[in-house]
């Protein structure tokens, strides 16, 4: 027989009551110490003038009552507190069981209490039963929480400042990290930002004094103030937090957040920190490092990961990151040692990885690691060991870059044919996998200078889908290679159309007019407007520096090239700066830097080109 739905709710609230009288049938120490765990966290809060939903945690180590007499009317009463929650009347139910807990002193009652309230979506009463729980067992650190939780929601941040002040009181020092990432995180979610700053400084008044805890909590105040868009201000608390703890790693984390060309204050923190901590955190340094490649900064990023590798060899992303830093400085003999470290490395260690996703993570790298050790091979013209690395990568997820990578090597082979098989057997799980493929089989004939086959394919494809962009463009640079300028240019412009935020095709129609010198006014315009969607391109500036020169404007192209070269040793930025110079008779340092561009790609047209037509052989 099925039981109706009243019998189910009744048997519910049956198993309720009775855990509740298990619970009081148990002798306990009332002020026995509560587990410390931290402020408990919650989705984004709700509007400032609705109830919130907030699903309070398990309680931990209540203090329990006293043996009580769990009297016939108090079993009943919160039998029917239950019934009457699960009815339809919550605000009769919550009365009840918060009666109840309040006579029994039970923390899983008021627990109930404010479950009911958060259900019916009633924040005040939620709170007002976090507060009588409180005031009922003043040791009990849920309750304290729970109301946290309940103000914050409510967006009543001014309210906090006591509660939170108690609650890091109570917590351990060694679980202090932890309390104050979640205060952060949850009091980021306030409206009012700038308040919740305020608040979270006030409560940890006493930790920002001390030099065991004002790191971490100078640290927490100026993430709150950065949230607020207080950067100045959350510059100020991490230089205040470094002052106090030097040792601390959470001011320099936080400062590492705003390096910047426009926070010239926020780096000093954070060398600081590498400079006098020898035991500094390894992931400090690797994401310094990573904010340095991200700012073009590659020498200063080698640096730090090899002042890493150097203090921590048995640490494996360093090296993986130092690798990818020196093939990209053509230090192939470097990276290739590097990489090899990396696999030794992971491969010792992937049988401890925490989890799936470490392991993941791991697997990952080792990929990586293996096509960037198949092109250094590929650098050196031994084509047979650039296919041995491919070889070993077995994840399925990579299967379509080793394969594309393996069909390039065919096709420098000569087996252009086997090649466009090899890109043309790989699987379409989506539409997205169909076009990558169409994309690489276009860039083998590319390569071959198959121009015209490729012209073909691309024709077609954008016939099919005239406004994808990627098709409009590649189109276009191949029209660029077989000298149909027209087209080149009503595709280019047909892109600008499409994708009014393209720099790339500013670029390359403002180039091929300056390479061709013709309308040096449009193409600086257009390279102009490139270089305002994409400042820190070095291939843009390049394109400018070529058109500064291509009217004229000798000492501009110079400032140009110079600093695009450094930021960017590319072999066709080099070709065109030393052009420049070779112009002004400065032919010594133009043959310097030839024979660098020479070193890193011989093979570039570009430098190829400008070395025969000048005449030079460096």
């Not at 050790?373 to 491919?390: F, M």
Request: hydrophobic share 40%.
């Amino acid at each position: 027989m099925i039981p109706s739905p009243r019998r189910h709710r009744l048997a519910a609230a049956a198993s309720l009551v009775l855990l509740a009288c298990a619970v009081h049938a148990q002798t306990s120490d009332p002020a026995a110490p509560n587990s410390p765990a931290p402020i408990i966290e919650r989705n984004a809060p709700p509007r400032p003038a609705v109830r919130p939903r907030v699903t309070p945690p398990k309680p931990a180590s209540e203090p329990a009552a006293q043996p009580s007499a769990l009297t016939a009317d108090l079993f009943y009463e919160i039998l029917m507190g239950e019934l009457t929650a699960r009815s339809g009347d919550p605000g009769s139910g919550y009365a009840l069981v918060l009666n109840s807990a309040r006579r029994l002193r039970d923390g899983k009652l008021f627990q109930r209490a404010v479950e009911i309230a958060l259900q019916s979506r009633s924040g005040d009463a939620a709170l007002a039963a976090a507060r009588a729980w409180q005031e009922t067992l003043p040791t009990s650190r849920d309750a304290r929480r729970i109301e946290l939780q309940i103000l914050i929601a409510l967006n009543r941040i001014g309210e906090t400042v006591e509660p939170l002040r108690a609650e890091v009181a109570a917590t351990s020092q060694i679980e202090r990290p932890l309390l104050m990432a979640v205060i952060a995180r949850n009091y980021s979610r306030a409206s009012d930002k700038k308040l919740a700053a305020s608040v979270v400084e006030r409560a940890l008044v006493d930790e920002l004094k001390s030099p065991t805890t004002g790191g971490l909590a100078w640290a927490t105040v100026g993430r709150l103030r950065l949230n607020a868009g207080d950067a100045s201000g959350a510059l100020e608390a991490a230089r205040k937090g470094q002052e106090i703890d030097p040792a601390s790693d959470a001011p320099p984390a936080l400062a590492l957040e705003m390096v910047d060309p426009g926070q010239p204050l926020a780096e000093p923190i954070v060398t600081r920190y590498l400079a006098s901590n020898t035991k500094a955190t390894p992931e400090l340094r690797v994401a310094y490092a990573r904010v340095l490649v991200e700012n073009r900064r590659y020498g200063d990023a080698q640096t730090q990961l090899q002042a890493l590798t150097t203090a921590r060899p048995e640490l494996p992303e360093p090296w993986l990151l130092l690798g990818s830093l020196q093939m990209q400085a053509k230090q192939d003999g470097a990276a290739e040692t590097s990489f090899k470290r990396y696999i030794d490395l992971s491969a010792n260690q992937g049988k401890d990885a925490k989890n799936a996703d470490d392991a993941s993570d791991r697997q990952r790298g080792v990929t990586q690691a293996y096509l960037a050790l198949s092109q250094l091979a590929e650098r050196r013209k031994d084509l047979v060991g650039a296919e041995r690395w491919l070889a070993r990568i077995d994840s399925t997820e990579d299967l379509t870059v080793a394969q594309t990578r393996r069909a390039g090597l065919l096709a420098r082979q000569g087996k252009l044919p086997q090649a466009r098989e090899v890109i043309r057997a790989l699987p379409e799980r989506t539409p997205e996998d169909k076009k990558q493929k169409f994309l690489a089989e276009v860039q083998l004939l590319r390569d071959a200078k198959q121009y015209q086959a490729a012209y073909d394919m691309l024709a077609q494809a954008s016939t099919a889908a005239p406004d994808d962009s990627d098709l409009v463009y590649d189109q276009a640079m191949v029209a660029e290679k077989l000298n149909r300028l027209d087209d080149m240019e009503r595709l280019l412009r047909r892109l600008i159309q499409l994708k009014p935020e393209s720099q790339n095709a500013y670029n390359a129609l403002g180039y091929s007019f300056a390479d061709r010198k013709i309308r040096l006014d449009e193409a600086r315009t257009l390279i102009q407007k490139a270089v305002q969607l994409a400042p820190e391109d070095p291939f843009i500036a390049d394109s400018l520096g070529w058109v500064e020169f291509r009217m004229g404007n000798t000492a501009e192209a110079i400032r140009i090239l110079e600093a695009a070269y450094k930021t960017r040793p590319d072999p066709e930025i080099g070709a065109h700066f030393g052009e420049v110079l070779w112009s002004i008779g400065q032919k010594d340092r133009a043959v310097t830097i030839w024979k660098e561009a020479l070193l890193s790609d011989a093979e570039n047209e570009t430098l190829q080109e400008t070395l025969k037509r000048l005449r030079v052989k460096p």
